[in-house]
């Protein structure tokens, strides 16, 4: 039957789906592939959708929008929801604050624009000028700018190009000069941002695929490091380094701001490694050599400056909160670094520095602190920030007599401060004004106990005088992955849910970085199940404490946290109305098989470890679905220009739950086949999220619910 002629898909009307019979969903192929795992046997009936080149999944992902969509568009609160955040975009956003000299880039948003366009400020004070606007490159506006970098004298302007949402980087060159771009055009760089040595750079990248059609799917091998000479072919370029012995190692090349020194950092992603190795890259009338400072990959060293002879760089080594140690590179050896800052009780998350301070920014139960010390590491003072949240410290130069921040929090938008070096005084650089009444709402923290005990932070944000009953809808979001932080982060779309009188809380699982790296490694690999324990433990903290009810209940996440979802739901699905899982590794047995996936087997572990293999396949979502079970309505995001996890983890997904799964709930799948991993503009972004949140309200309504949403609509 087709989509829209099912009475189950009517859902603006009064009839809802009773049984999974009503929902008839596209048919998906089995077939009969079985592999062998250190002796074991698992089959993978879907295989066939992993074939990004097959006519067959092409009609399958037409099939699945369709239904999608014909769901989707009878949900009243969807158009609604798409006009009001359209409204709450309507003031400027600013990203990546780039400083060289007394020039200033970045990008920005002036409210509705498909994408960031690049703008500089040439005295930073004064007004500024559009540099590149990316809606003018294409007709569907899906090319965005991911990077630009002005040479040392700010003449020329290297800027990367994403196409179609793809990891996948292309390289221009402005001369600012004549503002005119060079013909000069680099391709196949990945995992990479220029390292400026006069009129060059250093770069990365990776030899062009074998073959083009599989370019978002192959796995990608062999990142190498060249310098590229400003006016001149890529095909002219100096290979710097390669290491064909270990393929699967990622380089990163920085230099310093005077570009007397050039440092290259190394990962090994695919062989577990938790560290890297520092080398330097010296060049010398045309000839550049590598050489090792250091080699152990047992501990993570992120270089950020270079002064009076050593490097200043953040690590974990013997630091499990992370410090800083300035590096002699005539004596590299660890006798001979200096403690700049110690590692303290609270979690050192980045240093940078300005003018003739250093920056440190602390984690306090997953906010931010700002803290002022001198070179040597003597302490100054604390900043104090006027709002408590995430903030992120712009580097400046020694030239510069002040620093750069911005603030957010889950109701306030990012706003930008200069703090004056010399006088500490803080003062106003940038501030939005948005549609939304910040004094109606509130955010709380609360602490509640895991499985094991330990003690998770969580953020919880609602409307003023809620009374917690136990009758609120209320989404959960959870990413405990990589190290990342979760913190109180503004999402202006996330408003419309909070006047739809949503109660939104956010857990700070373990495997992020809230608490540095012990928090993180106490949710990576063998021990990953300690994630999900965390989120189940905050759903049934959440229930048992009145804030919702199961049936009123959802999660969300994306990426590391798309598997959160799905391992979520699969466990717990007693817990959950609604399921969201965003471009997940759903199959954890065959992740590191696509493009760069084999460098998330340093996060994960691999299934290619005999150890591994068994703890991966206990909760990979895709291997966990039991036939005849209810699961939360679930609605899967995906894109097929997905090529950091690549689209048929969820595919499969979608087509083990449509067959396997029993109960009322849709099982659904969202395909943007324009879009990278993650909406690649501002209009796919908002079609997304209108999708996501009304599905979300449409789930979780009851017959006291406002039709459109709940008690206060959005305007």
């Known amino acids: 039957m087709h989509p829209d002629e099912r009475g189950s898909a009517q859902v603006g009307s009064e009839r809802r789906v009773e049984t999974a019979a009503d929902w008839i969903y596209p048919p998906t192929r089995a077939v009969d592939q079985v592999d062998f795992y250190h002796g074991v046997s698992v089959s993978d009936p879907y295989r066939w959708l992993e074939d990004d080149t097959a006519n067959e999944r092409k009609e399958w992902i037409e099939s699945q929008n369709a239904l999608t969509a014909s769901y989707l568009s009878q949900i009243p609160v969807r158009s609604e929801l798409r006009r009001h955040f359209e409204q709450l975009l309507q003031y400027p956003r600013y990203y990546d604050l780039t400083r060289r000299g007394s020039n200033l880039t970045f990008l920005m948003n002036p409210g509705l624009q498909r994408q960031l366009s690049l703008y500089i400020q040439r005295d930073w004070e004064g007004p500024p000028e559009l540099l590149i606007d990316p809606t003018t490159l294409s007709a569907d506006g899906t090319i965005r700018i991911v990077m630009a970098s002005l040479s040392a004298d700010s003449r020329y302007l290297a800027y990367g190009l994403s196409r179609g949402g793809a990891d996948w980087q292309e390289y221009a060159i402005r001369d600012m000069l004549t503002g005119g771009d060079l013909p000069d055009r680099l391709h196949w760089l990945k995992a990479t941002a220029p390292a400026w040595l006069g009129s060059g750079f250093y770069y990365s990248r990776y030899p062009e ?107 974990n080594h013997n630091a499990p909160r992370w410090r800083v140690v300035a590096i002699d590179l005539e004596q590299p050896d660890e006798r001979y670094w200096i403690e700049v800052l110690a590692e303290q009780e609270e979690a050192l998350e980045y240093a940078v520095t300005s003018g003739s301070r250093l920056f440190a920014c602390y984690l306090r139960d997953a906010s931010h602190r700002l803290k002022v010390f001198d070179y040597n590491g003597r302490f100054e003072h604390e900043i104090e920030l006027p709002d408590t949240g995430l903030v992120r410290a712009f580097p400046g130069q020694r030239e510069h007599e002040d620093l750069l921040f911005s603030i957010s929090s889950f109701t306030t938008p990012t706003t930008i401060y200069r703090y004056d070096i010399a006088t500490r005084n803080l003062s106003l650089f940038e501030q939005s004004t948005i549609p939304f009444n910040v004094d109606d709402y509130e955010t709380r923290q609360v602490f509640y106990r895991s499985k094991d005990g330990t003690q998770v932070p969580m953020f919880i944000v609602h409307r003023k005088g809620l009374v917690p009953d136990g009758r609120h809808r209320l989404l959960l979001y959870g990413y405990g992955g990589s190290g990342t932080t979760v913190g109180p982060k503004f999402d202006p779309l996330l408003l419309a849910l909070l006047e739809c009188d949503v109660i939104y809380a956010s857990a700070c699982l373990r495997g992020g970085g809230e608490y540095g790296e012990p928090w993180h490694r106490a949710g990576w690999r063998d021990v990953k199940q300690n994630v999900f324990d965390d989120c189940i433990a905050a759903l049934e903290w959440l229930q048992s404490n009145g804030y919702t009810s199961a049936d009123r209940c959802g999660l969300i996440g994306a990426s590391n946290g798309g598997l959160l979802v799905g391992a979520v739901m699969t466990q717990r699905p007693d817990l959950l109305r609604v399921a969201l899982p965003g471009n997940g590794p759903q199959d954890m047995l065959r992740f590191q098989y696509f493009t760069t996936g084999w460098a998330a087997a340093e996060e994960y572990g691999s299934s290619d470890d005999p150890v591994m293999f068994p703890i991966l396949r206990a909760y990979s979502p895709l291997h966990n679905i039991v036939h005849g079970t209810a699961y939360p309505a679930t609605l899967i995001t995906t894109s097929e220009h997905d090529d950091h996890v690549v689209p048929c983890h969820s595919y499969k997904f979608a087509a083990m739950l449509q067959n396997s799964a029993t109960g009322s709930s849709p099982y659904l799948i969202r395909i943007d086949t324009n879009t990278g991993h993650g909406p690649v503009s501002l209009p796919k972004l908002l079609d997304e999220r209108a999708d996501l949140y009304a599905f979300f309200l449409d789930q979780t309504r009851s017959p006291t619910d406002d039709p459109l949403a709940g008690r206060q609509r959005p305007v």
């Open 209 to 315: 695929p074998a073959e083009l059609t599989r370019a978002l799917s192959a796995p990608n091998a062999n990142h190498q490091v060249w310098f590229h000479r400003v006016g001149t072919p890529q095909s002219a370029d100096i290979l710097i380094y390669e290491d064909r012995d270990h393929p699967h190692r990622l380089h990163f090349v920085q230099t310093m701001e005077d570009e007397s020194l050039t440092v290259m950092t190394i990962y090994d992603p695919a062989s577990g490694s938790a560290g890297n190795a520092v080398w330097l890259i010296e060049s010398c009338n045309g000839d550049h050599r590598v050489t090792p400072i250091i080699t152990a990959f047992t501990a993570e060293f992120r270089p950020f400056d270079y002064y009076r002879g050593k490097l200043l760089a953040l690590t």
